[in-house]
């Protein structure tokens, strides 16, 4: 089915391209939007594309971290300032897709395809960021742990924009590191965990773990991080803290694994991303 493509210079633009065709759909890499458009199960009457905005590419580290939505896996990857100020999410970076895919893919793109399986949102749930929303109106920051909705569901009415993604510079003690499992090594996660600890001798001060593809949309492991916070980070903490893990995480069975397995997953992944932060292997 053939479509419009639209290429506006400025927000402004988008917004009004948008108004005159509330069919027409935002793009910015195109790597989910254009599969879903082959296989038919979109038909956009016009795709505005967001790539020729400025604003949305850049990359600010000052007082926060301000990461533009335009920004392509790729730059995550590789830019030394992501690299030394958010080490998780150049990891998880590196692991999305191709090497192909990771050069016009996009962090906005990847957030606001809202899959459950978004390699971006772990890394960042765990640092506690904050979507910025650009609308006709004015713009609005909420934290990334209520963008999701559901899956392929945010918060995002029709004609806002992800411009931004904030996130505080995380303590000098904080380390962080990401785990992906996939059925071979570029694949689609089968479950992915992204854990962030500040330890302080034996105790863990401060906990967050973040979850791919094991429930309806990325999600925090609430409970979890309140295990390991609870006392000693000993093998019995560790041992309760997995067995959370399992329990509150909600995989679903499909072509790729059973939820069985998924939840078998989360505890694995927990426990060897908490003995590799303790072990001092990450940053
Ligand atoms: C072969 C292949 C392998 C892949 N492997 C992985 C993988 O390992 N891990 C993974 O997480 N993903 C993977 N993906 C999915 C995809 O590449 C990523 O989700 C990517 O980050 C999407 O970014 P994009 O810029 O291409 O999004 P697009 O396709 O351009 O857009 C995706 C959605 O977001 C909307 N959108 C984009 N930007 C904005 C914005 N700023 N504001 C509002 N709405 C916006 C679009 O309207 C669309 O609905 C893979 C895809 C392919 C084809």
């Not at 296989?39 to 000052?62: W, Y």
């Not at 904050?130 to 392929?152: D, H």
């Not at 069985?260 to 990450?282: C, F, I, K, P, T």
Request: one cysteine or more; aromatic letters at 2%.
């Amino acid at each position: 089915m053939p479509f419009d493509y639209h290429r506006p210079a400025t927000l402004e633009e988008a917004w009004r391209l948008a108004a005159a065709d509330p069919e027409a759909r935002f793009v910015a890499g195109g790597t989910d939007v254009m599969v879903r458009i082959r296989e038919g199960k979109i038909t956009p009457r016009a795709l505005i594309s967001l790539s020729r905005i400025s604003d949305l590419a850049r990359i600010a580290i000052g007082p926060t971290v301000v990461i533009g939505a335009g920004v392509r896996v790729a730059e995550l990857e590789r830019n030394a300032s992501i690299r030394h100020a958010l080490p998780v999410l150049s990891q998880a970076a590196a692991l999305l897709g191709s090497t192909q895919i990771r050069n016009v893919a996009t962090l906005g793109g990847n957030l606001c395809n809202a899959s459950p399986c978004a390699d971006l949102a772990p890394p960042l749930l765990v640092h506690d960021a904050r979507a910025r929303i650009a609308t006709v109106s004015g713009a609005r920051e909420i934290p990334l742990a209520t963008f999701f909705v559901g899956p392929r569901a945010s918060v995002l009415a029709p004609g806002e924009v992800l411009s931004a993604v904030v996130v505080d510079p995380p303590a000098p003690t904080a380390r962080a590191v990401f785990l992906k499992q996939g059925r071979v090594r570029m694949d689609i996660a089968l479950a992915s965990l992204a854990v962030l600890l500040e330890t302080d001798g034996q105790r863990c001060t401060r906990a967050r773990v973040a979850a791919g593809s094991l429930g309806p949309c990325p999600m925090r492991l609430t409970e979890t991080e309140a295990i390991l916070t609870s006392g000693t980070l000993d093998d019995a903490t560790l041992a309760r803290a997995r067995a959370a893990a399992e329990s509150e995480v909600r995989p679903i069975s499909d072509v790729r694994a059973g939820a069985d397995y998924r939840r078998h997953l989360a505890g694995a992944l927990l426990e060897r991303a908490v003995r590799s932060l303790l072990n001092g292997a990450e940053r």
